[in-house]
Protein backbone atom coordinates (compact mmCIF):
# COMPACT_ATOMS: atom_id res chain seq x y z
CA UNK A 1 0.00 0.00 0.00
CA UNK A 2 1.11 3.42 -0.96
CA UNK A 3 -0.80 5.76 1.19
CA UNK A 4 1.36 5.92 3.98
CA UNK A 5 4.17 7.86 2.01
CA UNK A 6 1.72 9.47 0.04
CA UNK A 7 -0.57 10.93 2.94
CA UNK A 8 -3.83 9.59 0.68
CA UNK A 9 -5.97 7.00 0.61
CA UNK A 10 -4.94 4.27 -1.71
CA UNK A 11 -8.33 4.20 -3.78
CA UNK A 12 -7.97 7.84 -4.41
CA UNK A 13 -4.05 6.83 -6.00
CA UNK A 14 -5.49 4.41 -8.18
CA UNK A 15 -7.87 6.75 -9.87
CA UNK A 16 -5.11 8.74 -10.43
CA UNK A 17 -2.21 6.03 -11.75
CA UNK A 18 -4.89 4.45 -13.61
CA UNK A 19 -5.68 7.06 -15.74
CA UNK A 20 -1.94 8.34 -16.51
CA UNK A 21 -1.12 4.67 -17.42
CA UNK A 22 -3.96 4.26 -19.33
CA UNK A 23 -5.99 7.65 -20.84
CA UNK A 24 -8.93 5.06 -21.84
CA UNK A 25 -9.76 4.47 -18.59
CA UNK A 26 -11.51 7.88 -18.36
CA UNK A 27 -14.29 6.09 -19.92
CA UNK A 28 -15.37 3.97 -17.17
CA UNK A 29 -16.30 7.26 -15.19
CA UNK A 30 -18.64 8.14 -17.86
CA UNK A 31 -22.35 8.66 -16.91
CA UNK A 32 -23.72 8.07 -20.19
CA UNK A 33 -27.16 8.70 -19.24
CA UNK A 34 -26.75 12.13 -17.88
CA UNK A 35 -29.96 14.20 -19.28
CA UNK A 36 -27.40 17.39 -20.01
CA UNK A 37 -24.86 14.55 -22.39
CA UNK A 38 -22.11 12.24 -21.25
CA UNK A 39 -20.32 13.54 -18.02
CA UNK A 40 -17.61 12.16 -15.77
CA UNK A 41 -19.53 10.99 -12.77
CA UNK A 42 -16.60 11.28 -10.41
CA UNK A 43 -15.70 14.78 -9.12
CA UNK A 44 -12.71 16.29 -8.05
CA UNK A 45 -14.27 17.69 -4.42
CA UNK A 46 -14.86 13.27 -4.25
CA UNK A 47 -11.33 13.35 -3.23
CA UNK A 48 -10.59 13.93 0.19
CA UNK A 49 -6.47 14.96 -0.57
CA UNK A 50 -6.24 18.38 -2.23
CA UNK A 51 -3.24 17.53 -4.50
CA UNK A 52 -4.70 14.67 -5.89
CA UNK A 53 -8.37 16.74 -6.40
CA UNK A 54 -6.20 18.76 -8.34
CA UNK A 55 -4.60 16.51 -10.11
CA UNK A 56 -7.62 15.41 -11.75
CA UNK A 57 -9.38 18.53 -12.50
CA UNK A 58 -6.31 19.18 -14.13
CA UNK A 59 -6.29 15.72 -16.32
CA UNK A 60 -10.08 15.36 -17.40
CA UNK A 61 -10.37 15.59 -20.24
CA UNK A 62 -8.11 18.35 -21.42
CA UNK A 63 -5.37 16.47 -19.75
CA UNK A 64 -5.47 13.07 -21.03
CA UNK A 65 -5.51 14.08 -24.62
CA UNK A 66 -2.81 16.60 -24.08
CA UNK A 67 -0.82 13.04 -23.36
CA UNK A 68 -1.94 11.28 -26.24
CA UNK A 69 -1.04 14.02 -28.34
CA UNK A 70 2.13 14.29 -27.06
CA UNK A 71 3.23 10.28 -27.37
CA UNK A 72 1.81 10.13 -31.19
CA UNK A 73 3.99 12.46 -31.68
CA UNK A 74 6.60 11.00 -29.40
CA UNK A 75 6.37 7.76 -30.42
CA UNK A 76 9.46 6.23 -28.38
CA UNK A 77 8.97 8.54 -25.49
CA UNK A 78 8.73 7.23 -21.78
CA UNK A 79 5.05 7.03 -21.31
CA UNK A 80 5.45 8.03 -17.65
CA UNK A 81 7.74 10.80 -18.08
CA UNK A 82 5.11 12.11 -20.66
CA UNK A 83 2.27 12.16 -18.29
CA UNK A 84 4.50 13.32 -15.57
CA UNK A 85 5.14 16.28 -17.39
CA UNK A 86 1.65 17.42 -18.97
CA UNK A 87 0.33 16.99 -15.60
CA UNK A 88 2.74 18.86 -14.05
CA UNK A 89 2.37 22.14 -16.72
CA UNK A 90 -1.81 21.57 -16.55
CA UNK A 91 -1.88 22.12 -12.75
CA UNK A 92 0.47 24.91 -13.13
CA UNK A 93 -2.38 26.44 -15.49
CA UNK A 94 -4.68 25.57 -13.23
CA UNK A 95 -3.27 27.43 -10.39
CA UNK A 96 -2.34 30.46 -12.12
CA UNK A 97 -6.16 30.82 -13.30
CA UNK A 98 -6.92 29.93 -9.43
CA UNK A 99 -4.32 32.95 -8.37
CA UNK A 100 -5.55 35.59 -10.82
CA UNK A 101 -9.16 34.79 -9.38
CA UNK A 102 -7.70 35.20 -5.86
CA UNK A 103 -6.96 32.12 -5.00
CA UNK A 104 -4.20 32.96 -1.83
CA UNK A 105 -3.08 28.75 -2.10
CA UNK A 106 -2.66 28.64 -5.62
CA UNK A 107 -0.62 31.90 -5.57
CA UNK A 108 1.90 30.25 -3.24
CA UNK A 109 2.09 27.02 -5.26
CA UNK A 110 2.70 29.09 -8.12
CA UNK A 111 5.31 31.04 -6.11
CA UNK A 112 7.25 27.88 -5.57
CA UNK A 113 7.93 27.73 -9.19
CA UNK A 114 9.76 31.05 -8.97
CA UNK A 115 11.41 31.29 -5.02
CA UNK A 116 12.50 28.00 -4.31
CA UNK A 117 13.81 26.86 -7.68
CA UNK A 118 10.58 24.55 -8.26
CA UNK A 119 10.76 21.93 -5.56
CA UNK A 120 7.47 22.04 -5.07
CA UNK A 121 6.59 21.29 -8.31
CA UNK A 122 9.35 18.78 -8.01
CA UNK A 123 7.91 16.47 -5.76
CA UNK A 124 4.98 16.70 -7.51
CA UNK A 125 6.31 15.62 -11.12
CA UNK A 126 8.17 12.92 -9.19
CA UNK A 127 5.13 11.45 -7.42
CA UNK A 128 3.29 11.85 -10.59
CA UNK A 129 6.06 9.89 -12.48
CA UNK A 130 5.90 7.04 -10.20
CA UNK A 131 2.19 6.64 -10.19
CA UNK A 132 2.27 6.65 -14.11
CA UNK A 133 4.52 3.31 -13.78
CA UNK A 134 3.47 0.24 -14.85
CA UNK A 135 4.37 -1.50 -11.22
CA UNK A 136 1.55 0.81 -9.34
CA UNK A 137 -0.11 -2.12 -7.16
CA UNK A 138 -3.73 -0.92 -9.46
CA UNK A 139 -5.42 -2.28 -12.51
CA UNK A 140 -6.35 0.59 -14.54
CA UNK A 141 -9.64 -2.20 -15.72
CA UNK A 142 -10.84 -1.30 -12.10
CA UNK A 143 -10.84 2.46 -12.11
CA UNK A 144 -14.38 2.40 -11.70
CA UNK A 145 -14.15 0.56 -8.26
CA UNK A 146 -11.61 2.21 -7.08
CA UNK A 147 -13.37 5.62 -8.07
CA UNK A 148 -16.74 4.28 -6.77
CA UNK A 149 -14.82 3.97 -3.40
CA UNK A 150 -13.15 7.69 -3.72
CA UNK A 151 -16.89 9.24 -4.21
CA UNK A 152 -18.93 6.84 -1.50
CA UNK A 153 -15.68 7.95 1.05
CA UNK A 154 -16.40 11.60 0.36
CA UNK A 155 -20.25 11.02 1.74
CA UNK A 156 -19.83 8.43 4.74
CA UNK A 157 -16.35 9.81 5.85
CA UNK A 158 -14.81 7.04 8.66
CA UNK A 159 -12.38 7.78 11.23
CA UNK A 160 -10.78 4.14 10.18
CA UNK A 161 -8.22 4.75 7.52
CA UNK A 162 -9.28 3.10 4.09
CA UNK A 163 -12.58 2.30 5.31
CA UNK A 164 -15.05 3.86 2.75
CA UNK A 165 -18.04 3.73 4.32
CA UNK A 166 -20.64 2.27 6.44
CA UNK A 167 -24.09 2.65 4.86
CA UNK A 168 -26.53 1.37 7.41
CA UNK A 169 -26.59 0.14 11.19
CA UNK A 170 -28.23 -3.09 12.78
CA UNK A 171 -31.26 -2.87 14.10
CA UNK A 172 -34.39 -5.18 14.49
CA UNK A 173 -33.95 -7.77 11.59
CA UNK A 174 -34.65 -11.46 10.76
CA UNK A 175 -34.80 -13.81 7.82
CA UNK A 176 -37.92 -12.63 6.28
CA UNK A 177 -37.71 -8.48 6.35
CA UNK A 178 -34.01 -9.46 4.93
CA UNK A 179 -35.91 -11.68 2.17
CA UNK A 180 -38.32 -8.96 1.56
CA UNK A 181 -35.53 -6.71 0.75
CA UNK A 182 -34.01 -9.13 -1.47
CA UNK A 183 -37.54 -8.83 -3.29
CA UNK A 184 -37.18 -5.42 -4.23
CA UNK A 185 -33.60 -6.23 -5.33
CA UNK A 186 -34.35 -8.58 -7.35
CA UNK A 187 -37.19 -7.14 -9.00
CA UNK A 188 -34.81 -3.96 -10.30
CA UNK A 189 -32.19 -6.68 -11.59
CA UNK A 190 -34.95 -8.55 -13.14
CA UNK A 191 -36.23 -5.94 -14.80
CA UNK A 192 -34.00 -2.52 -14.67
CA UNK A 193 -36.51 0.08 -15.84
CA UNK A 194 -38.47 -1.06 -12.53
CA UNK A 195 -35.69 1.51 -10.93
CA UNK A 196 -38.04 4.59 -11.97
CA UNK A 197 -41.05 3.43 -9.91
CA UNK A 198 -38.22 5.19 -6.90
CA UNK A 199 -37.41 7.85 -8.65
CA UNK A 200 -38.96 11.39 -7.38
CA UNK A 201 -37.52 15.15 -7.93
CA UNK A 202 -36.19 16.57 -4.74
CA UNK A 203 -36.49 19.72 -3.74
CA UNK A 204 -33.58 20.60 -2.48
CA UNK A 205 -30.93 20.94 -4.48
CA UNK A 206 -28.26 18.84 -2.40
CA UNK A 207 -30.36 15.85 -1.94
CA UNK A 208 -28.25 12.40 -2.28
CA UNK A 209 -29.86 11.09 -5.11
CA UNK A 210 -33.17 11.60 -6.56
CA UNK A 211 -34.23 8.46 -5.43
CA UNK A 212 -36.81 7.74 -2.50
CA UNK A 213 -35.77 4.27 -1.38
CA UNK A 214 -32.29 5.34 0.33
CA UNK A 215 -29.55 2.56 1.49
CA UNK A 216 -30.05 3.94 4.67
CA UNK A 217 -33.47 2.61 4.92
CA UNK A 218 -32.30 -0.87 4.93
CA UNK A 219 -31.95 -3.27 7.42
CA UNK A 220 -29.13 -5.26 6.64
CA UNK A 221 -25.71 -3.42 5.85
CA UNK A 222 -25.33 -5.89 2.75
CA UNK A 223 -28.41 -5.22 1.03
CA UNK A 224 -28.10 -1.53 2.22
CA UNK A 225 -24.87 -1.63 0.05
CA UNK A 226 -26.08 -3.53 -2.98
CA UNK A 227 -29.15 -1.07 -3.46
CA UNK A 228 -26.10 1.57 -3.32
CA UNK A 229 -24.31 -0.24 -5.66
CA UNK A 230 -27.44 -1.34 -7.84
CA UNK A 231 -29.35 2.28 -7.67
CA UNK A 232 -28.80 4.96 -5.98
CA UNK A 233 -24.79 4.75 -5.60
CA UNK A 234 -22.39 6.81 -8.33
CA UNK A 235 -22.03 4.58 -11.60
CA UNK A 236 -25.25 2.31 -10.18
CA UNK A 237 -25.47 -1.12 -12.63
CA UNK A 238 -28.27 0.08 -13.73
CA UNK A 239 -26.67 2.85 -15.53
CA UNK A 240 -24.75 0.36 -17.17
CA UNK A 241 -24.68 -0.10 -20.99
CA UNK A 242 -25.04 -4.04 -21.29
CA UNK A 243 -28.04 -3.25 -18.62
CA UNK A 244 -30.22 -1.73 -21.24
CA UNK A 245 -28.24 -3.60 -24.51
CA UNK A 246 -31.37 -5.14 -26.40
CA UNK A 247 -29.02 -7.34 -28.34
CA UNK A 248 -28.46 -9.23 -25.02
CA UNK A 249 -31.07 -11.66 -23.38
CA UNK A 250 -32.56 -10.72 -19.69
CA UNK A 251 -30.45 -13.42 -18.02
CA UNK A 252 -27.17 -12.18 -19.70
CA UNK A 253 -28.51 -8.71 -18.42
CA UNK A 254 -29.04 -9.52 -15.04
CA UNK A 255 -25.75 -11.33 -15.20
CA UNK A 256 -24.02 -8.01 -16.27
CA UNK A 257 -25.36 -6.18 -13.06
CA UNK A 258 -24.60 -8.96 -10.69
CA UNK A 259 -20.80 -9.05 -11.77
CA UNK A 260 -20.83 -5.32 -11.88
CA UNK A 261 -22.29 -5.18 -7.51
CA UNK A 262 -20.30 -8.48 -6.48
CA UNK A 263 -16.75 -6.93 -7.78
CA UNK A 264 -17.90 -3.79 -6.00
CA UNK A 265 -18.69 -5.24 -2.86
CA UNK A 266 -15.01 -6.80 -2.72
CA UNK A 267 -13.37 -3.41 -3.56
CA UNK A 268 -15.27 -2.53 -0.74
CA UNK A 269 -14.14 -4.94 1.82
CA UNK A 270 -10.54 -4.72 0.20
CA UNK A 271 -10.67 -0.96 1.44
CA UNK A 272 -12.19 -1.50 4.61
CA UNK A 273 -9.94 -4.87 5.18
CA UNK A 274 -7.48 -2.61 6.61
CA UNK A 275 -8.99 -1.77 9.71
CA UNK A 276 -12.65 -4.34 9.69
CA UNK A 277 -11.44 -7.88 10.29
CA UNK A 278 -15.09 -8.49 9.16
CA UNK A 279 -14.43 -7.21 5.84
CA UNK A 280 -10.92 -9.14 5.93
CA UNK A 281 -13.06 -12.33 6.97
CA UNK A 282 -15.15 -11.80 4.20
CA UNK A 283 -12.60 -11.82 1.14
CA UNK A 284 -10.93 -14.54 2.47
CA UNK A 285 -14.58 -16.95 2.77
CA UNK A 286 -15.19 -15.31 -0.72
CA UNK A 287 -18.67 -14.05 0.61
CA UNK A 288 -19.32 -11.90 -2.30
CA UNK A 289 -19.43 -14.64 -4.90
CA UNK A 290 -22.24 -16.17 -3.00
CA UNK A 291 -23.96 -13.31 -2.60
CA UNK A 292 -24.11 -12.87 -6.36
CA UNK A 293 -25.60 -16.25 -6.27
CA UNK A 294 -28.10 -15.72 -4.21
CA UNK A 295 -29.10 -12.36 -6.89
CA UNK A 296 -29.22 -13.89 -9.07
CA UNK A 297 -31.67 -16.21 -7.65
CA UNK A 298 -33.43 -13.20 -6.32
CA UNK A 299 -33.78 -11.85 -9.59
CA UNK A 300 -35.70 -14.80 -11.19
CA UNK A 301 -39.25 -15.01 -11.39
CA UNK A 302 -39.51 -18.32 -9.60
CA UNK A 303 -38.18 -16.57 -6.31
CA UNK A 304 -39.37 -18.06 -3.17
CA UNK A 305 -37.54 -17.01 -0.49
CA UNK A 306 -38.67 -19.84 2.10
CA UNK A 307 -38.37 -23.23 0.36
CA UNK A 308 -40.62 -24.13 3.18
CA UNK A 309 -43.85 -22.08 2.09
CA UNK A 310 -43.57 -22.72 -1.61
CA UNK A 311 -47.09 -20.97 -2.46
CA UNK A 312 -45.15 -17.85 -1.61
CA UNK A 313 -43.33 -15.92 -4.28
CA UNK A 314 -43.01 -11.82 -4.67
CA UNK A 315 -44.69 -10.57 -7.65
CA UNK A 316 -41.61 -8.18 -8.88
CA UNK A 317 -43.93 -5.81 -10.19
CA UNK A 318 -45.02 -5.01 -6.96
CA UNK A 319 -41.75 -3.97 -6.09
CA UNK A 320 -42.30 0.13 -4.88
CA UNK A 321 -45.10 -1.46 -2.89
CA UNK A 322 -42.76 -4.15 -1.16
CA UNK A 323 -39.99 -1.19 -0.79
CA UNK A 324 -42.64 1.65 0.94
CA UNK A 325 -44.15 -1.47 3.22
CA UNK A 326 -41.12 -3.50 4.24
CA UNK A 327 -38.35 -1.64 4.19
CA UNK A 328 -38.98 2.58 3.80
CA UNK A 329 -41.56 2.91 6.72
CA UNK A 330 -39.87 0.22 9.55
CA UNK A 331 -37.14 2.41 8.83
CA UNK A 332 -38.28 5.42 9.88
CA UNK A 333 -38.41 5.26 13.72
CA UNK A 334 -34.83 3.78 14.33
CA UNK A 335 -33.80 6.50 12.06
CA UNK A 336 -35.89 9.08 14.50
CA UNK A 337 -34.50 7.72 18.06
CA UNK A 338 -30.90 7.85 16.04
CA UNK A 339 -31.65 11.70 15.32
CA UNK A 340 -33.29 12.30 18.78
CA UNK A 341 -29.89 10.62 20.11
CA UNK A 342 -27.53 13.28 18.23
CA UNK A 343 -29.76 16.20 19.49
CA UNK A 344 -29.23 14.56 23.02
CA UNK A 345 -25.72 14.07 22.69
CA UNK A 346 -25.23 18.01 20.92
CA UNK A 347 -27.12 19.58 23.84
CA UNK A 348 -26.11 18.30 27.23
CA UNK A 349 -22.44 18.59 25.55
CA UNK A 350 -20.18 21.19 25.98
CA UNK A 351 -20.86 22.78 22.16
CA UNK A 352 -21.88 26.34 22.02
CA UNK A 353 -24.98 27.10 22.16
CA UNK A 354 -24.54 28.39 18.11
CA UNK A 355 -23.26 24.65 17.46
CA UNK A 356 -26.04 22.84 18.85
CA UNK A 357 -28.59 25.32 17.17
CA UNK A 358 -26.78 24.31 13.86
CA UNK A 359 -27.30 20.37 15.11
CA UNK A 360 -30.97 21.01 16.00
CA UNK A 361 -31.01 22.75 12.30
CA UNK A 362 -29.09 19.69 10.32
CA UNK A 363 -32.15 17.41 12.09
CA UNK A 364 -34.77 19.24 11.16
CA UNK A 365 -33.50 19.84 7.70
CA UNK A 366 -33.00 15.50 7.90
CA UNK A 367 -36.67 15.31 8.97
CA UNK A 368 -37.70 17.20 5.96
CA UNK A 369 -35.52 15.42 3.41
CA UNK A 370 -36.97 12.41 5.10
CA UNK A 371 -40.56 13.13 5.03
CA UNK A 372 -40.36 14.61 0.94
CA UNK A 373 -39.06 10.57 0.58
CA UNK A 374 -41.92 9.04 2.30
CA UNK A 375 -44.79 11.39 0.56
CA UNK A 376 -43.31 10.43 -2.95
CA UNK A 377 -43.26 6.60 -2.35
CA UNK A 378 -46.49 4.73 -2.91
CA UNK A 379 -47.63 4.26 0.88
CA UNK A 380 -50.67 2.09 2.23
CA UNK A 381 -50.60 3.38 5.19
CA UNK A 382 -51.57 7.21 4.95
CA UNK A 383 -53.08 9.69 7.53
CA UNK A 384 -54.01 6.81 10.52
CA UNK A 385 -53.36 6.98 13.78
CA UNK A 386 -54.46 5.59 16.83
CA UNK A 387 -57.13 7.68 19.23
CA UNK A 388 -54.46 8.11 22.03
CA UNK A 389 -51.91 9.58 19.91
CA UNK A 390 -51.69 12.85 21.52
CA UNK A 391 -48.54 14.79 21.61
CA UNK A 392 -46.11 12.90 23.64
CA UNK A 393 -44.27 15.39 26.81
CA UNK A 394 -40.84 14.56 27.85
CA UNK A 395 -41.02 12.03 30.78
CA UNK A 396 -40.07 12.72 34.01
CA UNK A 397 -36.66 12.65 34.88
CA UNK A 398 -34.65 10.49 37.06
CA UNK A 399 -33.02 11.26 39.96
CA UNK A 400 -29.95 10.68 38.24
CA UNK A 401 -30.25 12.55 35.10
CA UNK A 402 -28.99 16.25 35.49
CA UNK A 403 -32.08 18.19 36.37
CA UNK A 404 -30.24 21.59 34.29
CA UNK A 405 -31.64 24.32 37.19
CA UNK A 406 -30.04 26.45 39.62
CA UNK A 407 -32.44 28.36 41.64
CA UNK A 408 -29.99 29.98 43.42
CA UNK A 409 -28.79 31.88 39.77
CA UNK A 410 -32.41 32.24 39.06
CA UNK A 411 -32.74 34.54 42.33
CA UNK A 412 -29.48 36.80 41.74
CA UNK A 413 -30.83 37.67 38.24
CA UNK A 414 -34.43 38.46 39.60
CA UNK A 415 -32.67 40.42 42.68
CA UNK A 416 -30.60 42.73 40.29
CA UNK A 417 -33.43 43.39 37.52
CA UNK A 418 -35.42 44.31 40.82
CA UNK A 419 -32.87 46.83 41.64
CA UNK A 420 -31.81 48.32 37.96
CA UNK A 421 -34.74 46.74 35.30
CA UNK A 422 -33.80 48.74 32.57
CA UNK A 423 -30.89 45.78 32.21
CA UNK A 424 -33.42 44.42 30.13
CA UNK A 425 -32.92 46.77 27.88
CA UNK A 426 -29.38 46.47 27.44
CA UNK A 427 -27.28 44.90 24.83
CA UNK A 428 -26.23 42.01 26.58
CA UNK A 429 -27.15 38.25 27.66
CA UNK A 430 -29.92 39.59 29.67
CA UNK A 431 -31.69 41.31 26.56
CA UNK A 432 -32.30 37.67 26.00
CA UNK A 433 -33.92 36.26 28.58
CA UNK A 434 -36.92 34.72 28.64
CA UNK A 435 -39.73 33.36 30.65
CA UNK A 436 -38.91 29.78 30.24
CA UNK A 437 -35.38 30.37 31.22
CA UNK A 438 -36.67 30.40 35.10
CA UNK A 439 -37.72 27.12 36.28
CA UNK A 440 -39.65 27.95 39.73
CA UNK A 441 -43.13 29.70 39.11
CA UNK A 442 -42.58 32.63 41.70
CA UNK A 443 -39.31 33.49 39.53
CA UNK A 444 -41.49 33.03 36.35
CA UNK A 445 -44.07 35.23 36.89
CA UNK A 446 -41.61 37.52 39.19
CA UNK A 447 -39.75 37.92 35.88
CA UNK A 448 -42.49 38.14 33.62
CA UNK A 449 -43.77 41.10 36.44
CA UNK A 450 -40.72 42.64 35.46
CA UNK A 451 -41.22 42.86 31.93
CA UNK A 452 -44.93 43.85 32.13
CA UNK A 453 -44.52 46.94 34.30
CA UNK A 454 -42.43 49.97 33.85
CA UNK A 455 -39.24 50.22 35.20
CA UNK A 456 -39.94 52.68 38.47
CA UNK A 457 -43.10 50.33 39.06
CA UNK A 458 -41.21 47.31 38.39
CA UNK A 459 -38.85 48.41 41.59
CA UNK A 460 -41.65 48.42 43.81
CA UNK A 461 -42.56 45.10 45.48
CA UNK A 462 -45.39 45.58 46.46
CA UNK A 463 -47.00 46.67 42.37
CA UNK A 464 -44.49 43.62 41.45
CA UNK A 465 -45.74 40.78 43.73
CA UNK A 466 -49.34 42.02 42.76
CA UNK A 467 -48.89 41.80 39.03
CA UNK A 468 -46.84 38.51 39.33
CA UNK A 469 -50.15 37.50 41.24
CA UNK A 470 -51.89 38.39 38.57
CA UNK A 471 -50.56 37.23 35.84
CA UNK A 472 -50.27 33.40 37.23
CA UNK A 473 -54.42 33.97 37.74
CA UNK A 474 -54.68 34.84 34.07
CA UNK A 475 -52.47 31.91 32.61
CA UNK A 476 -54.20 29.46 35.02
CA UNK A 477 -51.04 28.35 36.90
CA UNK A 478 -51.62 27.60 40.92
CA UNK A 479 -51.35 30.84 43.19
CA UNK A 480 -47.75 32.32 44.16
CA UNK A 481 -46.26 31.45 47.34
CA UNK A 482 -46.55 35.07 49.02
CA UNK A 483 -43.66 34.41 51.67
CA UNK A 484 -40.89 33.34 48.48
CA UNK A 485 -42.33 36.64 46.54
CA UNK A 486 -41.67 38.77 50.25
CA UNK A 487 -38.59 37.02 50.70
CA UNK A 488 -36.99 38.14 47.05
CA UNK A 489 -38.10 41.43 47.50
CA UNK A 490 -37.29 41.67 50.60
CA UNK A 491 -33.41 41.13 49.60
CA UNK A 492 -33.52 43.22 46.88
CA UNK A 493 -34.18 45.90 49.13
CA UNK A 494 -31.17 44.87 51.39
CA UNK A 495 -28.63 43.27 49.52
CA UNK A 496 -27.08 44.69 46.40
CA UNK A 497 -26.46 41.93 42.98
CA UNK A 498 -23.84 42.22 40.71
CA UNK A 499 -24.90 42.69 37.26
CA UNK A 500 -28.02 40.30 35.60
CA UNK A 501 -25.95 39.54 32.55
CA UNK A 502 -23.46 37.63 34.96
CA UNK A 503 -25.71 34.34 35.22
CA UNK A 504 -28.40 35.29 32.05
CA UNK A 505 -26.27 33.50 29.78
CA UNK A 506 -25.78 30.68 32.32
CA UNK A 507 -29.45 30.44 32.55
CA UNK A 508 -30.31 30.52 28.79
CA UNK A 509 -27.69 27.85 28.64
CA UNK A 510 -29.20 25.87 31.30
CA UNK A 511 -32.83 26.14 29.25
CA UNK A 512 -31.16 24.96 25.69
CA UNK A 513 -29.40 21.69 27.35
CA UNK A 514 -33.05 20.84 28.99
CA UNK A 515 -35.17 21.55 26.00
CA UNK A 516 -32.69 19.36 24.02
CA UNK A 517 -32.92 17.03 26.47
CA UNK A 518 -36.55 16.73 26.76
CA UNK A 519 -37.43 16.70 22.94
CA UNK A 520 -34.68 13.75 22.37
CA UNK A 521 -36.87 12.03 25.29
CA UNK A 522 -40.15 12.92 23.86
CA UNK A 523 -39.53 12.11 20.46
CA UNK A 524 -37.96 8.79 21.35
CA UNK A 525 -41.01 7.94 23.29
CA UNK A 526 -43.51 9.10 20.35
CA UNK A 527 -41.03 6.68 18.15
CA UNK A 528 -42.12 3.71 20.10
CA UNK A 529 -46.19 3.87 19.83
CA UNK A 530 -46.67 5.94 16.74
CA UNK A 531 -48.13 3.88 14.22
CA UNK A 532 -48.18 6.12 11.23
CA UNK A 533 -44.52 7.45 10.08
CA UNK A 534 -45.23 10.28 8.40
CA UNK A 535 -46.96 11.36 12.27
CA UNK A 536 -44.03 10.68 13.83
CA UNK A 537 -41.78 12.88 11.59
CA UNK A 538 -44.20 15.76 11.81
CA UNK A 539 -44.21 15.46 15.67
CA UNK A 540 -40.72 14.89 15.71
CA UNK A 541 -40.01 18.04 13.65
CA UNK A 542 -42.77 19.80 16.13
CA UNK A 543 -40.37 18.83 19.04
CA UNK A 544 -37.15 19.88 17.04
CA UNK A 545 -38.17 23.05 16.31
CA UNK A 546 -38.93 24.63 19.51
CA UNK A 547 -35.25 23.24 21.05
CA UNK A 548 -34.13 24.63 17.83
CA UNK A 549 -35.99 27.89 18.71
CA UNK A 550 -34.41 27.81 22.17
CA UNK A 551 -30.43 27.00 20.69
CA UNK A 552 -30.81 30.05 18.92
CA UNK A 553 -32.35 33.08 21.06
CA UNK A 554 -29.24 35.11 21.24
CA UNK A 555 -26.67 33.28 18.60
CA UNK A 556 -26.82 34.42 15.25
CA UNK A 557 -26.40 31.53 12.91
CA UNK A 558 -25.33 31.60 9.81
CA UNK A 559 -25.70 28.48 7.62
CA UNK A 560 -23.81 28.39 4.19
CA UNK A 561 -25.26 27.66 0.81
CA UNK A 562 -24.39 24.42 -0.34
CA UNK A 563 -21.65 24.75 -2.65
CA UNK A 564 -22.77 23.82 -6.26
CA UNK A 565 -21.13 20.97 -7.86
CA UNK A 566 -19.07 22.04 -10.68
CA UNK A 567 -19.99 19.20 -13.60
CA UNK A 568 -17.27 18.36 -16.14
CA UNK A 569 -18.54 17.59 -19.51
CA UNK A 570 -17.11 14.18 -20.22
CA UNK A 571 -15.10 14.58 -23.81
CA UNK A 572 -15.80 11.37 -25.55
CA UNK A 573 -15.18 11.91 -29.21
Known amino acids: MNNGQYGAPQHELNVLSSLLRDGSAAYQLVDWNHDGGPQYWLRPDHFQTTWLS ?125 SRELAVIGAVLNDPTRAWQFRYSPQSPDASSPYWLQPQDFGDPATAEIW ?55 LHADVNQAIGTWLAHASSPDFRPDPNAPDFRPNHDNAAQYAVTFILEPSIPAAIEDLAGRVRDYGLSDASLGQIGLELSTTEY ?23 QATKTAPKQSERQPSYTSLPTERRVLISLMQDPRQLQQDSPTRSLAEQDFTQPEHRYLFKAIQSLQPDAAQDRWLLNHQAQQLARHDGAPPLDFQKLDDIGLEARTVKAAPADQGAGHLVTMTVRRTARDASSAVEAVARETIDPRVLIDRSRTQFQHATREALRYHEQSVPEPTPYNTQRANVA
Open 228 to 282: DALVTGPDPAIALPAATDPSLAPQQRTAAMIRHITTRLTYNDHHRSTGDPAAKAR
Open 366 to 388: ALNQLAERLDNAPRTLTDYSTPD
Open 54 to 178: DAYEALLPDGLADIKQRLQTYPGADQAQVAADVLTARMMTLYQQRAAAGDANAQWAVNQAYYTHSEFWAGLHSTFRQMAQPTWPANPEHTRHDAYVTARAAQHPSTTENIPFELARSRGYDNDAR
